[in-house]
Structure formats: structure tokens, C-alpha cells
């Protein structure tokens, strides 16, 4: 079982050094956005809430997200990312971004494939998370070659075309606007850069689609309620299958 990758189409040839007309990203993968107020978890919630309540959820559960992680995964989770680094097919001496890159493996991943002379950044909005990619990432002998940031995916603050691929591993569910965040990243690839998120999408058969219904009603807001931050009655869920991916998980 794997999920599948969602790319973006290669940023057009057009594109001369000026800012990426926005509303040419993604066009392929992007559908309409939702109406204000839809629905999150089993009640209602407004974006800032989503936003908070997303924030505060990773923080707490940080120390312990490798593991949850692999529990949940099956161990799976490696081979996904592994997949997902390949697909990126950042060069040699490349620079390459990972966003929401969490405790750091894309990002790691990437770093190792860029070489000694590539430079990686990781841009998350939890500091604690960026806390345990910066240990791993000194572990492994790649502080120097992978910078981790706070930032906000909607609104990375970074030049326009700096990168020559970018990733993101499980985290354009997370995001408040899924297709802004894609358009931040088209903007700060460089012409025919590539973008692999890894992101689970609907499954088609009625029985894998009850037990995803399970997970996400019922597992994630169990692994928030462990770490001491859900609300009473479920404000966030896990949104489910990428609603900006195609195609199915099995």
C-alpha cells in the first residue's frame, strides 16, 4: 500500500524573472476551494481556529511525532518519503525546499541528495518541531547543509525562483488554504523545478473508505487527545484525503 504523488506541472518557460503570475500554479491539481466555515472534524471551525488548533496539536505532540508516526504508518512512512525525495530530482550542488517539513526527514532526504554542495531549507510553523529536525539533522552529519526555519507555507518570505525542487511530505491537509500554499511554492521554483507532495487521496473502495473515515475521525483526535490539546467534541480532524490531489490511495 502507498499513496500516491501529486506534481505540479513544471513552472512555465514564460516565466522571465518577474513574479509568477499566481493564478497559472497548479492548474491541473487545483480544485475550487471550499465555502467560509466548512466543516472540520465532527463540528465546525473557523480558520483561525483550524490554524491555532493545528499549531498547538504539533507543538505538544513533537518529542513524540517520530514515533506516532511509525505506528500509524506501519513503518511505511520511510519508503513513502524516500519515494517522494526521488521524485523531487533536486541535482547535485541543487537547492531544494521542504515545506511543513515537520521533525525533518524530506528534508534529510533531500540534503543527501543534493550533496555537499546543495543547500536544503525546512519551513515549518512549529518551533518545536524545527527543534528536533535541527538535533537530527546535526546527527546525521547535515547541519551545515540544511537550514530549518519558522515560516508559514502561505507565505514563505523567500525570493522569487530559489529553489530547483521542493517537497511536502503529509502537509498541505494542515494548511489553511491548500492552494495558496501551492502557489507560494510555484513561486519560488525556478523554471521546470519540481514539486512532489506526499499526501494521501480518496480512497475508491467503499471498505478502505469507512476505515479512512476511522482514522481520521477517530485515531487523529486520539493522538491529540494523548497530547492534552483536543477540544471536547473534536474542532480538528485529520481533513482527510488531499482535496488538491487526484487519483486513489490503493
Known sequence: MAPPFCLTPAKSQER?????NPTSVARDACLPPRPPGE???????????????VRRMFGAIAPRYDLINAVLSGGLHRRWKQATARLVQVPPGGRAIDVCCGTGDLALLLAR??????????????????????????????????????????????????????????????TVHPETALREIHRVLRPGGRLAVLEFSTPRR?????????????????????????????????????????????
Request: charged share 25%; glycine share 14%.
Open 39 to 53: 466543516r472540520v472534524g465532527r463540528g465546525q471551525a473557523s480558520d483561525e481556529e483550524k490554524a491555532r488548533y
Open 16 to 20: 522571465f524573472f518577474g513574479r509568477a
Open 206 to 250: 467503499e471498505v478502505i473508505q469507512r476505515l479512512y473515515d476511522w482514522y481520521s475521525f477517530t485515531v487523529i483526535p486520539w493522538v491529540g487527545r494523548l497530547a492534552d490539546v483536543a477540544r471536547p467534541g473534536g474542532v480538528y480532524r485529520d481533513d482527510g484525503p488531499c482535496r488538491v490531489c487526484a487519483g486513489a490511495l490503493l
Open 113 to 174: 541528495d543534493a550533496g555537499p554542495r546543495g543547500r536544503v531549507v525546512g519551513i515549518d510553523f512549529s518551533e518545536e518541531m524545527l527543534r528536533v529536525a535541527r538535533r537530527k539533522a546535526a546527527a546525521a552529519g547535515l547541519g551545515i547543509s540544511v537550514t530549518f526555519a519558522l515560516g508559514d507555507a502561505e507565505a514563505l518570505g523567500l525570493p522569487d525562483a530559489a529553489f530547483d525542487g521542493a517537497s511536502v511530505g503529509f502537509g498541505i491537509r494542515n
